[in-house]
């Protein structure tokens, strides 16, 4: 398969290209480190108001964002990530656009059926998972660290996904977003102990390394645990961006925090314009 997330020329995105082509008025992407205001670490088109950058320059940053993609700034929406599988509907946009005050609490994934709504989500290593149901239009947005991940944060949102919209887990589409590799991500036995309970078929997304360490693929890792709920393998659109390896692209958790003791955060996104 093609890569589904495709630089745009003179744009700090990588866009859905595919999907914003077939469903018109769609837009669905990730940001990438470039073309922003905030300064080292956090250089430059840092996206996350929780990593210790200058607000001002977050708020600026996002609103650049949704200028470059064609939406509101005031549709901007999102929560503030605790690492966890819960899943929120939004049936407004604005939550947390310029400040920590009014995120969507306790929440790692968003979903919602109306126009005019951009969710994001804000990502330095961690799996970002998109969701559409073209039948309803009903659009979702998960973030899947490992935590997330083992969680089932991805079948949380189908099920959600299910019980609001009727949507049928063989009709929904996901598209699986930049992030780090599995030949960047090393992981311990505390974590493979969940991961071989999370999915059966979790051995594909492991290589062991030395000793007690292996090499995780989380996207594999979700791609199993879609497959488990139903999802068509047709349906499913799996990025080879990885994070760690393209930090001249991405801002890594795993590859710049040790050495400059924090970075910042890239955000995907998705929303329906309102005036289509």
Known sequence: MREPFVRVEDKSILSLTEWEQQFPGLVAGFTIRSGGESEQPYGSFNMGLHVGDESANVVANRRKLAEQVGMSFSAWTCADQVHGNQVCQVTAGGAGKESLEDVISSTDGLFTLEKGVMLTSFYADCVPLYFLHPQSGAIGLA????????????????????????????????AIGPSIGGCCYEVDERIMTQVRTCAGDWEKAVISSTGDRYMLDL????????????????????????TSCRT?????????????????????????????
């Open 248 to 276: 001249d692209l991405f801002f890594s958790h795993r590859k710049e925090a040790g050495i400059q003791g924090t970075t910042g955060r890239m955000a995907s996104y998705i929303g329906w314009k309102e005036n289509l």
């Open 143 to 174: 973030h899947a660290g490992w935590k997330g991940t083992v969680g089932r944060i991805a079948e949380e949102m189908v099920k959600a996904m299910t019980k609001h919209y009727q949507a049928k887990p063989a009709d929904i589409f996901v």
């Open 219 to 242: 996207r594999q890792l979700n791609t199993a645990i879609l497959l488990e709920v139903g999802i068509s393998s047709g349906n499913i659109f799996s990025t080879n961006w990885c």
